[in-house]
């Protein structure tokens, strides 16, 4: 079992920043292939960074530029990082890995 626990959402005014993170803890198989999705009332869950395989990472176009996806292999933690957040990135996101999620966090962004 892998358990994926998201932390760092919240409300945030538009144009601020936030750092989400996801812990991830039991049979870990790869942290390197995790992501952050997000779902937004009423719309289909959507990739916004996740890594690759190869070693690289793919952001949405939506994001691209404003977002950054890390991780640290020793703490099992993967992080987003929003910057030049928009009322639209309001969703709650949630991280990712393998066949595995984590129970999600809300971001909030006001106009």
């Known amino acids: 079992q892998v358990q994926l626990v998201e932390s760092g959402g919240g409300l945030v005014q538009a144009g601020g920043s936030l750092r989400l993170s996801c812990a991830a803890s039991?049979?870990?198989?790869?942290?390197?292939?995790m992501g952050w999705y997000r779902q937004a009332p009423g719309k289909q869950r959507e990739l916004v960074a996740r890594f690759t395989s190869g070693g690289s990472t793919n952001y949405a176009d939506s994001v691209k530029g404003r977002f950054t996806i890390s991780r640290d292999n020793a703490k099992n933690t993967v992080y987003l990082q929003m910057t030049s957040l928009k009322p639209e990135d309001t969703a709650v996101y949630y991280c990712k890995m393998l066949t595995y999620w984590g129970q999600g966090t809300q971001v909030t962004v006001s106009s």
């Open positions: 039991g049979r870990i198989f790869n942290i390197n292939l």
